[in-house]
């Protein structure tokens, strides 16, 4: 069964950070596209970042450049994406969800084609008190 299992959300002061891992396992995610998208109260799904099935190539929305850092360990088992959020601020509070697609990810997030994405994480709340 494939499972994508995020943790690491929380409340942080603004300019504070956060962590967030996402633990995928049930398949071979190393040849995977990986990421992150939020999605705030009455707003729809938005991307945040997304790395590469070999880690070489990254990219970020341009709210979070400079702030977020997204990186990712591939193993047999189990491969794990994180994203480190820093200079955290209250438009970043939201549902996090960790994302997995064989196609490139932010190919899809930029096409709106969200909806080919392969797997979802069940979601993490991060909120930063204005």
């Known amino acids: 069964q494939v499972q994508l299992v995020e943790s690491g959300g929380g409340l942080v002061q603004a300019g504070g950070s956060l962590r967030l891992s996402c633990a995928a396992s049930g398949r071979t995610f190393s040849r995977a596209h990986m990421g992150w998208f939020r999605q705030a109260p009455g707003q729809e799904r938005t991307f945040v970042a997304a790395i590469s099935w070999s880690g070489g190539r990254t990219y970020y929305a341009d709210s979070v450049k400079g702030r977020f850092t997204i990186s990712r360990t591939n193993a047999n088992v189990k491969n794990t994406v994180y994203l480190q959020m820093n200079s955290l601020k209250p438009e970043d509070t939201a549902v996090y969800y960790c994302?997995?697609?064989?196609?490139?990810?932010?190919?899809?997030?930029?096409?709106?084609?969200?909806?080919?994405?392969?797997?979802w994480g069940q979601g993490t709340q991060v909120t930063v008190p204005s």
């Open positions: 994302a997995a697609a064989d196609q490139d990810l932010f190919s899809l997030a930029t096409m709106k084609k969200t909806y080919e994405v392969d797997y």
